[in-house]
């Protein structure tokens, strides 16, 4: 069985989940260069990729399941199962403009930057507001300080990079945390083994939760 | 504006050699099946007129079609699917033929598809319809029928999913939520979006249809999921879905298929167009469907006819993946003439060879250097070149 992994920050995550259900992962904390790696007793193979790689491999199914982002997924769209929200990864997509602007008034067409184009498209069209949406691949923050856009559609986490280059949130998109996601053909041809390892994964999510309650209260 | 002569369309290919023979094979393979039991060809074109398509938008959405227009201004698309052209033809030309009536098809279908996802937009697909008849009996017929096609391309490494829609309808119509929530609900079942559906349906709790929905994604697997479906929700009908599905699934069983079958109620695509079971196949080591069919009751009515029909269509494409041996078509012979007037003596002997079954070709160049050099080339093994004698170049005495 394959799980692809985003790499970075969910495969950290994704790693510490799955030594806490007991599958050996020490490959892959060693990995060198190497991109597909063991885990357990070898009947899982992890395959690090880039986030937006991670569900084309799983849509082909080349790999059986994968551990992407939430907002990966909104952007790339595709047809698979997306069985768990795991929990982590936990930030937002959030709608913000400079400083003390206005957004919504005034009837001129506005000009949205982001890196989630798609993510930016739908938002508005729901809204029924006809936007111009531009594609930034770096810091989008920059794009209406320059005056290009009216405002950005983008990942926040704590809100810091906004507030020190002048921005300011003006509501929230959407929440978005890790997934797992399953092809749609593996889900039925390996049935036993996927669902097994979901009911694991599962228990400890539901566990893990329960646990972040309790603390909470 | 780059000038792009020299490549095909996104989406499209070219097949060569091999890979047409994968294909013919793979089609002839299900046309014996289909043809053997009184099903019969049909050939669609492949422009139709946009109407017949136009009631379909539910579930075959427009954008997705390649649109164009005829030399009267009206709009024609290139055919997307096989089925709505066979139940045109089925409520016109048809109409006056005895019920049941036993269609299959094999042409190729179009769909945009969006770019740079390894997706094809052309799609040969190959597939049955059976219209009219009783409703269990042709669900069994068509469905056993769906399995005997997986198991002539790829022998036992397949996967058969089978549901039955009107459980989710049952439910799904007794939980009264707007329709655009209802979509919604229906979305996430699909993809098994736990999640989602959790949060969804959080409000409407208390009533058994949300409690009945939420588990729906995960109600799949062996005969114990109709017993599990059963106590979840048999209300509205939902319990004689059940019950229907029950029997096609246990006739399945019957014909040994039993390790082959998956029930999965959480099948709730096109729910709009599916009136009763739907079923999905699967190969090993192919991440997606190749097999999709189902019960859709009322496709005629919307070109005038009332009668039920099953049918399902499989990619061709992805299941030529799975024929692994390839006649060898490449010339064993070539044939040369050592001057025009031996070429009726060479073409006779090419005859004979080619009557023997032997794969032989007349040379058309003109000397002895230059068709020894091409048979060197091309890798083919004899020349058979005809003068007053007929004398034999064999490649391997090199």
């Known amino acids: 069985m394959r799980l692809a992994l985003t790499k970075g920050r969910l495969e950290k995550n994704t790693v510490e989940m799955l030594e806490q259900l007991g599958y050996d992962c020490s490959q892959v904390k060693n990995k060198g260069r190497r991109l597909i790696l063991p885990i357990g007793d070898g009947s899982i193979e992890v395959v690090l990729a880039k986030a937006a790689d991670v569900v084309t491999y799983v849509e082909n199914g080349v790999c059986d399941m994968g551990v992407v982002g939430k907002d990966t997924i909104m952007e ?6 997306e069985v768990t929200d795991l929990g982590f ?107 097994a390892f979901l009911d694991r994964i599962e228990e400890f999510v539901e566990k893990k939760k329960q646990e972040e309650e309790k603390n909470g209260i | 504006m780059r ?17 047409c023979d994968r294909r013919s094979q793979a089609t002839q393979k299900l046309k014996n099946l289909f043809t053997m039991q009184g099903y019969r060809r049909i050939m669609t074109p492949a422009l139709e007129y946009y109407d017949v398509f136009a009631r379909a938008a539910n579930y075959l959405p427009l954008d997705l079609m390649y649109k164009l227009t005829d030399d009267k201004g009206r709009l024609l698309v290139l055919c997307p699917d096989c089925t709505i052209p066979a139940a045109r033809l089925t409520a016109t030309r048809l109409k006056d033929e005895p019920r049941p009536l036993r269609l299959y098809y094999n042409h190729n279908i179009y769909r945009m598809e969006p770019q740079l996802k390894g997706k094809s937009v052309e799609v040969n697909q190959v ?38 829609i009107g459980y989710f309808k049952a439910i799904i119509e007794s939980l009264e939520v707007e329709e655009e929530i209802k979509e919604k609900i ?61 029997k096609v699934y246990e006739y399945l069983q019957s014909l040994g298929l039993g390790d082959k079958v998956i029930l999965d109620l959480g099948l709730v695509n096109l729910a709009d167009y599916y009136t009763g079971i739907i079923f999905r196949g699967y190969f090993t080591g192919i991440g997606e469907q190749v097999l999709s069919g189902g019960r859709y009751d009322n496709l005629l009515g919307d070109f005038g006819e009332d009668s039920p029909s099953v049918g399902f269509g499989i990619n061709v494409d992805l299941a030529s993946r799975k ?4 006649s060898s078509d490449k010339t064993q012979i070539l044939v040369f003439a050592e001057t025009t007037d031996y070429s009726a003596k060479a073409s006779a002997h090419r005859k004979e060879l080619n009557r023997q079954g032997i794969i032989a070709s007349n040379s058309v160049l003109g ?32």
């Open chain 1, 76 to 81: 790339k769209e595709g047809t698979f199962y």
């Open chain 1, 89 to 195: 990864g936990k930030c937002r997509f959030a709608l913000a403009a400079k400083k003390g602007t206005d957004f919504y008034k005034g009837y001129q067409t506005r000009t949205i930057a982001s890196k989630y184009v798609n993510v930016a498209h739908s938002y508005f069209q729901e809204k029924n507001m006809d936007v111009n949406v531009v594609k930034i691949e770096g810091s989008v923050e920059l794009a209406p300080i320059l005056g290009l856009a009216d405002a950005i559609v983008d990942i926040v986490e704590t809100g810091s990079t906004l507030k020190e280059n002048g921005l300011e949130i003006i509501e929230d998109v959407c929440q978005v945390s890790a997934r797992l996601i399953v092809n749609i053909a593996s889900m039925k041809l390996r049935k036993q083994e996927i669902e």
């Open chain 2, 3 to 19: 000038f792009r002569d020299k490549i095909t369309p996104e989406g499209t290919k070219d097949l060569l050699f091999e890979e």
């Open chain 2, 127 to 164: 597939g049955v319809e059976l219209i009219g008849g009783e409703t269990l009996r042709s669900d069994m017929e068509v469905v056993q029928l769906g399995a005997d096609c997986m198991e002539a391309i790829a022998g036992d490494k397949y996967r058969l999913e089978l549901c039955h």
């Open chain 2, 186 to 246: 229906r979305s996430y079942i699909e993809q098994k979006n736990y999640a989602a559906l959790t949060s969804i349906l959080e409000p409407y709790k208390e009533y058994r249809a949300a409690r009945a929905l939420l588990k729906l994604p995960r109600l799949f697997g062996g005969a114990e999921v109709i017993n599990k479906a059963y106590r979840l929700f048999d209300e509205n009908g939902a319990g004689e879905s059940l019950d229907y599905l029950k």
């Open chain 2, 323 to 326: 024929i692994k041996e390839v």
């Open chain 2, 367 to 398: 000397t002895k250097e230059e068709v020894i050099a091409y048979a060197k080339a091309a890798g083919i093994p004899q020349i058979h070149m005809v003068g007053e004698e007929i004398s034999i170049w064999r490649a391997e005495e090199i």
